[in-house]
């Protein structure tokens, strides 16, 4: 998936998703890590949401919320492997 960064500062970071799914994932899990504020708009339905990251180390922070969302991603596969 390919994402555009729009804005990058010390504090704040705004992506492009091409995913609503993913944006809002994200979204919920960069507040579970401790985000000052995370959340997505769209200026229209048809186009990409943007994804607004505001705390101390937002890169960082993002990288951490995807390592924890993959993590989680990775146990329920294993779980639905002991089901068969």
Do not use: C
Request: a neutral charge; zero cysteines.
């Amino acid at each position: 998936m390919e994402i555009k960064i729009l804005k990058d500062e010390k504090t704040e970071l705004d992506i492009e998703i091409p995913s609503l799914t993913v944006a809002e994932v994200l979204r919920v899990y960069l507040n579970k890590e401790g985000a000052k504020l995370a959340a997505w708009k769209k200026a229209h339905q048809t186009s990409n949401p943007v994804l607004h990251i505001e705390a101390e180390h937002p890169k960082k922070l993002l990288k951490a919320a995807i390592a924890a969302l993959e993590k989680e991603i990775d146990a329920t596969v294993e779980e639905f492997k002991k089901l068969k």
